[in-house]
């Protein structure tokens, strides 16, 4: 059974800085491309990044590029989002996923596994 546990979630001001982690347990994690999605209320979840099995292809929302960095270290079973020039818009509650498979995706329905969410609040 694939569990993912994220962290990192908090308050912060406009502008501030946040790094969120998803450890991952239950199967090969270096086989599967990982995701960070975010859902606000009353709005459908989002996709924020993806990235490969390897680390060597990373993709972004629009709406996040240049300011957030989605990165994986294999050897730890981790993935990261560095989250940075934070603005209101970006509260939420930021969901880790892993990959049915390797390449990463924007898609939701690509990702077979989900963590409960981090909650990232930013104020103005």
């Known amino acids: 059974q694939v569990q993912l546990v994220e962290s990192g979630g908090g308050l912060v001001q406009a502008g501030g800085s946040l790094r969120l982690s998803c450890a991952a347990s239950?199967?090969?994690?270096?086989?599967?491309?990982m995701g960070w999605f975010r859902q606000a209320p009353g709005k459908d979840r989002e996709f924020v990044a993806a990235?490969?099995?390897?680390?060597?292809?990373?993709y972004y929302a629009d709406s996040v590029k240049g300011r957030f960095t989605i990165s994986r270290d294999n050897a730890k079973r981790t993935v990261y989002l560095q989250m940075n020039s934070l603005r209101p818009e970006d509260t939420a509650v930021y969901y880790c996923?892993?990959?049915?498979?390797?390449?990463?995706?924007?898609?939701?329905?690509?990702?077979?596994?989900w963590g409960q969410g981090t909650q990232v609040t930013v104020s103005s």
């Open positions: 996923a892993e990959q049915s498979s390797g390449s990463g995706s924007s898609s939701l329905r690509d990702y077979r596994y």
């Open positions: 990235i490969n099995w390897n680390g060597r292809s990373s």
């Open positions: 239950g199967r090969p994690f270096f086989t599967y491309g």
